[in-house]
């Protein structure tokens, strides 16, 4: 039996219709998750806030100190009390505040600095991956008039990957006086990111989150 023209027609239109994004929520200074799941209303704010820096930075107000900074010798180490984190990453971060402590002025070949850069890199889940969806859906609508009766079906199609998660990393550096064990400066970076997205590895990354932290250095603000 043929099939009703409208139901042809719809058919048609139906395949055309754009795949309706999962949406997503920013929650001021972190990310939290709306009643139900995600607010639609702020998928943009995630996705706008992709690869960019956000940083805040720290200088002692003893000007002697501030004074001393970006001078002399430092050597870049992996802070104490740190979350665990691969070797090889931590590594990949270490040798990119190097870079940019030496931009800055600071002589890093030594073990023995006189000041001490401290390293930490942090790891967070800021928003999860998207669930599977459906590639295939539609819903029937019927109808009756004094003209007779139809019936009508709209199909949606969305071949689209789900999103990996928003991973947020975040690079913090603390730097000291060896001798004293003041603290003379401060900082951390943070970037969003997508997991498994080709663009961002953690060479990219670290270097992305060095130099935007040391922009300036020694300068405190964000």
């Given at each position: 039996m043929p099939l009703p023209r409208t139901l042809a027609v719809l058919s048609v239109l139906a395949l055309a219709a754009p795949a309706q994004a999962q949406p997503?929520?920013?929650g001021g200074r972190g990310w939290t998750t709306a009643p139900g799941g995600y607010a639609r209303s702020a998928r943009a704010a995630s996705s706008s806030r992709e690869g960019?820096?956000?940083?805040?930075?720290?200088v002692t107000e003893d000007p002697a100190l501030a004074?001393?900074?970006?001078?002399g010798t430092v050597s870049v180490v992996?802070?104490?009390?740190?979350?665990?984190?691969?070797?090889?990453?931590?590594?990949?971060?270490?040798?990119?505040?190097?870079?940019?402590?030496a931009g800055a002025g600071y002589q890093t070949a030594t073990p023995d600095g006189a000041h001490v850069a401290e390293v930490?890199?942090?790891?967070?889940?800021?928003e999860p991956q998207e669930a599977p969806?459906?590639?295939?859906?539609?819903?029937?609508?019927?109808?009756?008039?004094?003209?007779?009766?139809m019936m009508g079906l709209g199909i949606n199609i969305d071949l689209t990957k789900p999103k990996g998660a928003l991973v947020s990393t975040r690079l913090e550096a603390r730097i000291k006086d060896r001798a004293s064990g003041a603290v003379l400066w401060e900082g951390r970076a943070d970037i969003l990111t997508r997991q498994g997205d080709a663009r961002w590895n953690d060479q990219k990354i670290a270097d992305r989150l060095a130099a935007?932290?040391?922009?300036?250095?020694?300068?405190?603000?964000?």
């Open positions: 997503g929520v920013w960019k820096v956000q940083v805040a930075r720290f004074a001393a900074l970006g001078k992996e802070a104490a009390a740190t979350s665990p984190v691969d070797a090889r990453e931590m590594a990949t971060f270490q040798a990119a505040v190097i870079d940019a402590l930490r890199v942090l790891h967070s889940i800021a969806r459906k590639p295939v859906s539609g819903e029937m609508a019927v109808g009756v008039s004094n003209r007779g009766s935007a932290l040391f922009e300036g250095f020694p300068a405190a603000g964000t």
